[in-house]
């Protein structure tokens, strides 16, 4: 039997854009999008994604203060338990995480960069 977070657990995915998913008492819920949440203006991953640190040559001190605007937002909006930081950027926790002071425990993904691969095939064999 698989354990899970029973609170509100928020998964980001910094790469190429910010992908999302929201999870409740170990339930997914459907079709996020928090990539696309205004900040100053502009999509997130616009501001926050790695490939806008990587192509706005930001050092990793100034690119943890863009996430970090973004998850406040994040936790203003839906208050979760956990967030979990997964995608290519994950492998740099040490990085940037640090940097990153909001209420919220934050950790990187266990299985980093390979996390979406290995749930996408976890759960096509519960169905």
């Known amino acids: 039997m698989r ?17 999302s998913a929201l999870f409740t008492g170990g339930k997914l819920v459907p079709n996020t999008e928090f990539g696309h949440i205004e900040i100053r203006g502009k999509d997130a991953e616009a501001r926050a994604s790695d490939q806008a640190r990587a192509e706005k040559e930001l050092s990793w001190g100034n690119w943890a203060g863009r996430v970090e605007e ?18 290519g950027v ?38």
Request: glycine content about 10%; overall charge positive; charged content about 15%.
């Open 3 to 19: 354990s899970y977070h029973q609170g509100v657990v928020l998964v980001l995915t910094f790469g190429t854009g910010i992908g």
């Open 70 to 87: 973004y998850l406040l937002q994040m936790e203003r909006l839906l208050s979760p338990n956990l967030i979990i930081i997964g995608g």
């Open 90 to 127: 994950s492998k740099k926790a040490k990085k940037f995480l640090p940097d990153v002071t909001i209420n919220t425990p934050i950790l990187p993904a266990m299985l980093l960069n390979e996390a979406g691969i290995v749930g996408a095939a976890l759960a096509a064999t519960e169905k």
